[in-house]
């Protein structure tokens, strides 16, 4: 009964955390796909160059922001060559992509719509994201050869009712230009698929009467997990204010975490009421059995060799427990990737996502040894510390 | 307070001195032992008979170190076994003591051969080969070699008893307790296992306190301790 439970618990500890990390792999990878890595947005104020910013005479206007450490920015960046050059020196660097945003609304012949252009260098970007694979209809490659292409999230072309081929409308600052949809993409992020469209950096330039720099540059790492340290090198580095995907989405991932650890505590519950019945049987064990543990004292077993026997109850019942419940866990990871599951809204699946690392085994590995040690625990020292007269007495008057 | 001393340059295998136990709690607490001394000598065989109740199952747990005295001091070989120290106690009981209980208390799973090699195992200084040897001889000397392999279960109870004397001989302790161990047998068992149990004891020189209610077993003793309220008269 208890080794039931116990395979139970260790199985589902696995199943569980696997496929919570499944969907949280997923949604990184998602993040990296459309938002990168690193993100580098405006330029740190630094006293000595205030006054050279503030003079730079251009048509975009530039704010003034401070953030919460009192540092001030410059919104956008002024020279991106420069900091991408400047920032390719580090190791983990991948490759860069410098993009021009702003608002748009759209026309198409039936509806308006508001929107997000994302001027950009098609390599570039594809560099540093998975815009690619994303695309659903049409190609880049029509895009890249197409100087008023655009390429539309599916979500706002199912809304402005248009695809692949028809032109539209887009208004942005004092002036409207035409352009072509040449493809349509899907990150499975909604607000993504919704607002976002892409075109080439020199025509969102004109449209939104940027002549210069950008307004953030795309960053792609090849160790995703060194972000936060690359993001403060490059804040040093290029002197421009950097948020590593972490940073973020730190909502999101704090999020994963707190389900992950109450998915943990939940089935562990399993484990600790498996123990719970470890315990009562095993101290109905050594109470039968108190004759027995007696004579072995009588003998000259010690209260160790008498506690080590119920001991090793405990522990057979734990490694078979275990290593079933990790073969149970194995096999409903396995099963569960099969079920179909569609799903879309921070990210897009059709089937469950299950994410299985080792850790996950030891974590439920451990909560087993410990749950089930303590379980035994009192029961063995209980059996030790018989006092071999009173049994024998109590049952030879 | 008596002191019962027989016979002159044999060796005192246990000694007892001014043995005070009280047993059960509060209003219903009993004096069980009120001070008992007491010789055993090796190769002697003495008997200890008395009325139910006046403490003869105590004092034999005492002196096996089944269980701790109020007060007075146990010497086993001449040394004073220290109060209070169980892992002592344990070792002392291990390789010096031997018990044979009114029930058997052999284990159930185990098979006659297994039950005799217990003790030895524990206690570790033969191979494996030579306990199974052992235990066969042991079983052997009690006429049961040829049902070593059996289980408790499928032995009647006087077999039983031989086994669990057998098994109390196994580290051959210098002494040895037994507590009305023909207590459950009829006269013919009775005499079979309380020769197996002399027999062997007084071939191997050790020392065995026997506690009897058979007036014909006590008599073929070397010696008769008569007891009546925790004392010896
Ligand atoms: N747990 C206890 N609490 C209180 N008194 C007890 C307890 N156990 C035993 N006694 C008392 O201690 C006394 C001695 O018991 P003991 O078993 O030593 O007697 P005994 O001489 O072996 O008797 P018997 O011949 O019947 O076996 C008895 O009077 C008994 O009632
Ligand atoms: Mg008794």
């Given at each position: ?397 | ?165 057998a098994r109390s001989l196994a580290n051959t302790p210098g002494v040895l307790l037994a507590d009305e161990p023909t207590g459950n047998l009829d006269v013919k068992n009775s005499l079979m296992v309380f020769e197996s149990l002399t027999r062997l004891a007084k071939e191997k020189g050790q020392a065995v306190l026997i506690v009897t209610h058979n007036p014909d077993l006590a008599e073929k003793c070397d010696r008769i301790l008569r007891m009546q309220d925790g004392q010896f008269i």
């Open positions: 009964m208890s080794l039931a439970g116990i395979v139970f618990g260790v199985g589902f500890f696995i199943s569980t955390q696997a496929q919570l990390s499944g969907y949280q792999e997923l949604f990184i990878e998602t993040i990296l796909g459309t938002d990168g890595a690193i993100r580098i947005e405006d330029r740190i104020q630094d006293a000595n160059v205030f006054v050279a910013a503030s003079t730079t005479k251009n048509t975009s206007t530039n704010f003034f922001i401070t953030d919460k450490n009192n540092r001030r920015f410059v919104e956008g960046i002024e020279h991106p060559d420069n900091v991408i050059e400047a920032i390719s020196e580090l190791e983990n660097f991948e490759a860069a992509s410098p993009v021009i945003k702003g608002s748009i609304q759209l026309q198409s012949p039936l509806r308006k719509d508001n929107g997000q252009v994302y001027g950009i260098m098609v390599d570039e970007h594809i560099a540093v994201s998975a815009l690619e694979d994303q695309i659903q209809l049409g190609s880049i490659e029509d895009f890249r050869g197409a100087p008023t292409g655009i390429i539309m999230g599916h979500k706002m072309a199912a809304r402005l009712d248009v695809t692949v081929g028809d032109s539209i409308i887009i208004r942005a600052v004092d002036q409207q230009r035409r352009y072509r949809i040449t493809a349509i993409f899907e990150t499975g992020v909604s607000d993504i698929d919704k607002t976002r469209v892409f075109m080439h950096l020199s025509a969102a330039r004109s449209l939104l009467k940027k002549p210069h720099g950008v307004s953030f540059i795309q960053v792609s790492i090849y160790d995703r997990d060194h972000a936060m340290v690359d993001a403060e090198a490059i804040e040093r580095v290029a002197k421009h204010f950097s948020a590593p995907w972490q940073e973020r989405e730190k909502s999101w991932m704090q999020l994963f975490k707190t389900l992950q650890i109450s998915a943990a505590i939940t089935v562990s519950t399993i484990i600790i009421i498996s123990g719970l019945g470890m315990f009562s049987t095993l101290f109905m064990i050594v109470m039968d059995k108190t004759r027995e543990i007696a004579i072995l004292r009588s003998m000259g077993y010690t209260r160790n060799d008498i506690s080590n026997i119920f001991l090793w109850q405990g522990v057979i019942v734990l490694i078979c427990g275990t290593i079933l419940g990790c073969g149970m866990g194995y096999l409903i990871t396995f099963a569960i990737s099969y079920l179909p599951m569609p799903l879309s809204g921070i990210f897009a699946t059709e089937y469950f996502v299950v994410n299985s690392t080792a850790w996950h085994y030891v974590q439920a590995v451990i909560a087993a040894i410990i749950i089930v040690m303590i379980a035994c625990f009192a029961p063995s020292r209980k059996a030790g510390k018989l006092v071999p007269g009173d049994v024998i007495r109590g049952t030879a008057a | 307070m008596s002191e019962i001393d027989v016979g002159g340059q044999k060796e005192v295998a246990l000694e007892c001195r001014e043995l005070h136990k009280h047993l059960g709690e509060g209003e219903t607490q009993v004096h069980v032992l009120r001070g008992v001394n007491l010789k055993l000598y090796r190769g002697e065989v003495s008997a200890i008979v008395g009325p139910s109740g006046c403490g003869k199952s105590t004092l034999l747990y005492l002196l096996g170190l089944l269980d701790l005295q109020d007060s007075g001091s146990i010497l086993i070989q001449g040394e004073e076994v220290p109060p209070n120290n169980d892992g002592e106690h344990t070792r002392i009981r291990g390789e010096n003591i031997g018990f044979v209980f009114q029930f058997h208390f052999l284990l159930p799973e185990f098979s006659a051969a297994e039950n005799v090699m217990l003790p030895m195992r524990k206690l570790g200084r033969l191979s494996p080969k030579e306990m199974k040897s052992r235990a066969h001889a042991l079983l052997n000397e009690v006429g049961l070699g040829d049902k070593t392999h059996r289980l408790p279960s499928q032995l009647s109870g006087g077999e039983q008893q031989r086994v669990a004397i």
